[in-house]
């Protein structure tokens, strides 16, 4: 099993910064990713990372704004978020999967869920 944690969401004001955290146990060498659910929309994966190799992937939506990384020693997984938009608005995800599937920003890929972590954004 994968137990997932998310904290660091609050409220900012446009052009601010967050970091979220999300901390895992259970499992090791996962496929995760953050995905956000704003009010009235469906799940939109934001960045996914293979713990193991680095590799990352973002929606072109965050591209060059957001951050995913892990500190695979402190089983973290970090999205930094930099000028932040009223538009990132949401419920912040952490999700995990223990194999590559494809699709790594598709929300309907991940099996394991953390409780979410919300960031608001004011204009």
């Known amino acids: 099993q994968v137990q997932l944690q998310e904290s660091g969401g609050g409220s900012v004001q446009a052009g601010g910064s967050l970091t979220l955290s999300c901390t895992t146990s259970?499992?090791?060498?996962?496929?995760m990713a953050w995905i956000r659910q704003a009010p009235g929309k469906q799940r939109e994966g934001v960045a996914a990372?293979?713990?193991?190799?680095?590799?990352?992937i973002y929606a072109d939506s965050v591209k060059g704004r957001f951050t995913i990384s892990r500190d695979n020693g402190k089983k973290t997984l970090y999205l930094q978020m930099n000028s932040l938009k009223p538009e990132d608005t949401a419920m912040y995800y952490c999700?995990?999967?223990?194999?590559?599937?494809?699709?790594?920003?598709?929300?309907?890929?991940?099996?394991?869920w953390g409780q979410g972590t919300q960031v608001t954004v004011s204009s």
């Open positions: 999700a995990a999967r223990r194999s590559n599937l494809g699709g790594a920003l598709l929300p309907s890929r991940y099996d394991y």
């Open positions: 990372i293979y713990t193991v190799a680095g590799n990352t």
């Open positions: 259970g499992y090791s060498n996962l496929y």
